[in-house]
Nanobody, 121 residues
Framework: QVQLVESGGGLVQPGGSLRLSCAASGIMFSRTVMGWYRQAPGKLRELVAR???????KYADSVKGRFTISRDNAKNTLYLQMNSLKPEDPAVYYC???????????????WGQGTQVTVSS
């Protein structure tokens, strides 16, 4: 059974930073495309960043240069370092996983429960 558990969300001031983590289990983590998505109230879920098991990454234009996705295959953990947070960044952030060996273009198959990020002064 695949489990994705996010942590690290919270309240931060504009311009601040947060680091999200996603602990994965029940999946061949080192062979799986992982990602972060977010959903704000009244909006559709949108891609934030995705990463292959190697070094290939894909970012939404809105977060390029501010957010960095990374992974520790030895710890089965995915990260999202979020810097220079803006008022438009608040959302529930979800960790995602593909099935093993799928390309980065394939849609995610598994989702975490989400962690809330709030940006407010």
């Amino acid at each position: 059974q695949v489990q994705l558990v996010e942590s690290g969300g919270g309240l931060v001031q504009p311009g601040g930073s947060l680091r999200l983590s996603c602990a994965a289990s029940g999946i061949m983590f080192s062979r799986t495309v992982m990602g972060w998505y977010r959903q704000a109230p009244g909006k559709l879920r949108e891609l934030v960043a995705r990463m292959t098991s190697g070094v290939t990454t894909k970012y939404a234009d809105s977060v390029k240069g501010r957010f960095t996705i990374s992974r520790d295959n030895a710890k089965n953990t995915l990260y999202l370092q979020m810097n220079s947070l803006k008022p438009e960044d608040p959302a529930v952030y979800y960790c995602s996983a593909n099935r093993p060996y799928e390309p980065i273009s394939a849609p995610a198959s598994y989702w975490g429960q989400g962690t809330q990020v709030t940006v407010s002064s």
